[in-house]
């Protein structure tokens, strides 16, 4: 993806059909960028237009000449020849479910960059949708302006979001409302309905967003890891390069380096050997950096490339299963996964910091009379938030379907494992943030442990936290970390998978 310079307060991202990643889609969807579409590669898209309206001449098109679903063999009524739209607005109106909460702006924003990338890879590929040049046109212009649908958020089971992206289309054609913004009403030509509802674009801008949230909270869990690790008087030997580098798992050697880095100059160790939540981190931290580098592959293949049903190109039409997003789910499922342990991981940091055998400090951190719980309840709510995301963790493969009168029987259920992860991104933080504190506070009480790589990591939490450790509501405590935890991300140096 290319940037370029332009007026106003945010950079510009080039939207050309290639190259979207996730550091720039999530900067256009939170409005840190603004997005520039290619008009040279939106123009040689009308070779498709083309090649999409001589296949419907030649023969039956999927969604086109043809119902859909159980429908596929059904042909068109001829009243497409007198009226060109009707098929099409049926199929959206027919799709456009709008059930379920709204999808919030940011996500609604990277939806339609990432569905507008992929229509636009189809002049790279020479294979696409073949969508009429003012639809094209008019979902350029809400890109480029800001202008937002609404999209409500059921109707995809990772066989395309076919619900929220028909609202998209009866936006564009004038029949809903815009929601921010506004593009004057295009008609949509005879082929355009399927094509531009056949994309999972919803789904992949909600597994984008949470995954580089998630990136962040890797990182920030692999600093807190080692302040915690000092706090807790750790024995580095378990985090020896030699170690890793004699059973080198992917992610697992540059994870332990940096680790063994920040601890290096710390306190004499405690104990010959430690409990598993300290020696095991980077075994724990190392396969979900490597799945969170897997989705992002998947997300940056999926949003770049075409994968409409059916496909259309100058030498014909193509009907094809691309729209099943089993790599999407599997990636997601795997993520979520390794999240978990991590963050269980923490938990159990969390406890070795509340126990004066393994502190040497007062049990649960506490500070003021004989009897004060110090941060009791932080377990209480760690353990409340990891109930909650449990279910999290279940594989949304494992699902099974049989719909449209038993001719669509599977799905990947990749919508849903989006939205788990989106969950995981949106809680996981509560988890470590607890963890942190307590180190901070037994680092405050035995400074000596401290070591020098580890001191900045410290800095960043111990400047919003108050002094005052007796018995009071830990929320803004909690909160405060939670709103450092991008700040100590970006000190924790870890080599790419």
Wanted: proline residues 7%.
């Amino acid at each position: 993806m290319q940037h370029e310079d332009a007026p106003g307060a945010t950079r510009g991202v080039r939207v050309e059909g290639r190259g979207l990643g996730l550091d720039d889609l999530t900067d256009l969807a939170l409005g840190r960028a603004h997005a520039v579409v290619d008009r040279d590669v939106l123009g040689r898209l009308g070779v498709l237009h083309e090649a999409m309206g001589a296949a419907r001449e030649r023969g039956a098109v999927y969604g086109a000449t043809t119902g859909v679903g159980a429908n596929k063999d059904v042909e068109v009524d001829d009243e497409q020849h007198e009226h060109p739209q009707a098929h099409g607005l049926r199929l959206l109106r027919s799709h456009a479910a709008s059930l379920g909460p709204v999808e919030d702006e940011a996500t609604t924003r990277a939806a339609l960059v990432v569905r507008l990338n992929q229509l636009l890879a189809g002049a790279h590929a020479g294979l696409g949708a073949g969508i009429s040049p003012p639809v094209l046109r008019a979902l350029a212009e809400a890109v480029e302006s800001g202008a937002l649908p609404t999209l409500h958020r059921f109707g995809g089971i990772g066989t395309s979001d076919l619900a929220p992206l028909a609202e998209l289309g009866l936006t564009l054609v004038g029949e809903r409302p815009w929601r921010r913004g506004a593009v004057a009403p295009v008609p949509l030509g005879a082929a355009d309905a399927l094509p531009l509802i056949s994309s999972h674009a919803l789904t992949l801008a909600t597994a984008s967003l949470a995954l580089c949230r998630l990136r962040q909270l890797l990182l920030a869990g692999t600093g807190i890891s080692a302040l915690s690790f000092l706090a807790l008087r750790g024995n580095p030997q378990a985090w020896a390069p030699p170690v890793h580098a004699a059973r080198a798992h992917p992610a697992q050697t540059g994870l332990a380096a940096t680790l063994h880095a920040l601890v290096a100059g710390g306190p004499e160790p405690a104990r010959l050997q430690d409990p598993f939540a300290l020696r095991t981190a980077p075994q724990v931290l190392a396969p979900a950096f490597t799945a969170a580098q897997a989705l992002e592959d998947v997300l940056a293949l999926e949003a770049s490339t075409p994968g409409e049903n059916p496909l259309v190109s100058p030498e014909g039409v193509f009907h094809h299963g691309q729209f099943h997003a089993a790599s999407l789910a599997t990636a997601l499922d795997t993520l979520r996964a390794t999240t978990f342990g991590v963050l269980t991981l923490s938990a159990a940091r969390l406890a070795l910091l509340l126990r004066p055998e393994h502190t040497g400090l007062r049990a649960f951190l506490a500070a003021g009379p004989r009897g004060s719980s110090g941060l009791m309840i932080g377990e209480y709510v760690v353990q409340d938030v990891l109930a909650e995301l449990r279910p999290a963790t279940a594989p949304s493969t494992s699902g099974t379907v049989s719909i449209s009168l038993g001719l669509e029987e599977h799905a990947s259920f990749a919508t849903q494992g989006a939205r788990a992860l989106r969950q995981t991104a949106e809680l996981a933080p509560v988890v470590l943030a607890v963890e942190a504190l307590a180190a901070v506070r037994a680092l405050r009480a035995a400074p000596d442990r401290m070591s020098p790589g580890a001191a900045a990591l410290f800095a960043v939490f111990d400047e919003v936290l108050g002094r005052d450790s007796r018995d009071a509501p830990i929320g803004p405590d909690v909160e405060a970390v939670v709103a450092r935890v991008v700040d100590l991300s970006l000190l924790v140096r870890v080599p790419p998978v």
